[in-house]
């Protein structure tokens, strides 16, 4: 079936350093890729996405570009703030129409 | 409107108590879901419901019992739930269920079960 794996965290930076959360997934078909960001105590937010091969996603500094080819969804940052600090969760939707998610990435941004 | 509002936002029950948890948005989203995440963990799927049918039921336990009385409510009946059942239940929605539409989520309920 489907599924997603996620870098193993938690990932500890400075602030104003470069971030990258690595993402890869399995599925048959043309799945669309997520990435959610969750801050304590709170639901899931709609980061970015990316419908098809070679599309990059970005929002609030974030970026990821959609690989066929490596099956990957890596989450970029230039300069992480203390206030990025929180759950990362890589995501696909295939055909199914249900979001599944990666084990989620721990974030940590110091200053 | 572009929000998902879950109601209550924390909820304490005993395992022989009868409790609703209710989940609202304005968006026209046509497809709902109910998801159950513990603590560090990504969210588990347990509803989808599509155009107020339900279209996938991810074999949860019958003390969970879901409902959809229209297109902007889904509500998650609780029943005998036990301690393991505690945790943050989300409920999210779509414009429909094809793969190029995110979800939106609810800030979610707090569940213990005492």
């Known amino acids: 079936g489907d599924s997603v794996t996620q870098m193993e965290g938690p990932v500890t930076l400075s602030e104003e350093a470069f971030l990258t959360i690595n993402c890869t997934y399995t599925?048959?078909?043309?799945?669309?890729l997520f990435w959610y960001v969750q801050y304590p105590g709170e639901g899931l937010q709609l980061l970015l996405k990316?419908?098809?091969?070679?599309d990059k996603g970005s929002n609030k500094g974030f970026e990821a570009t959609y690989r066929k080819e490596t099956t990957s969804f890596h989450l970029e940052k230039g300069s992480v703030q203390v206030s990025d600090s929180a759950v990362y969760f890589c995501a696909l939707k295939g055909d199914t129409g249900k979001l599944i998610f990666g084990q989620g990435t721990t974030l940590q941004v110091k200053p | 409107d572009t929000e998902v509002t879950q109601t209550p936002k924390h909820l304490v029950m005993g395992m022989t108590n009868k409790k609703s948890l209710k989940c609202e948005q304005h968006?026209?989203?046509?497809?709902m879901y109910w998801y159950k995440q513990k603590a560090k963990k990504p969210p588990e799927l347990m509803f989808v419901y599509s155009y107020e049918k339900l279209s996938i039921n991810e074999s949860v336990p019958s003390r969970f019992s879901p409902e959809c009385p229209n297109s902007s409510l889904l509500n998650l009946h609780l029943h005998a739930l036990q301690p393991e059942d505690s945790a943050l239940y989300l409920c999210?929605?779509?414009?429909?269920?094809?793969?190029?539409?995110?979800?939106?989520f609810g800030s979610g309920t707090r569940l213990t079960v005492v």
């Open positions: 999210a929605s779509s414009q429909d269920q094809s793969r190029v539409y995110g979800y939106t």
């Open positions: 968006m026209g989203h046509r497809a």
């Open positions: 990316a419908t098809k091969a070679d």
């Open positions: 599925a048959t078909g043309y799945p669309s």
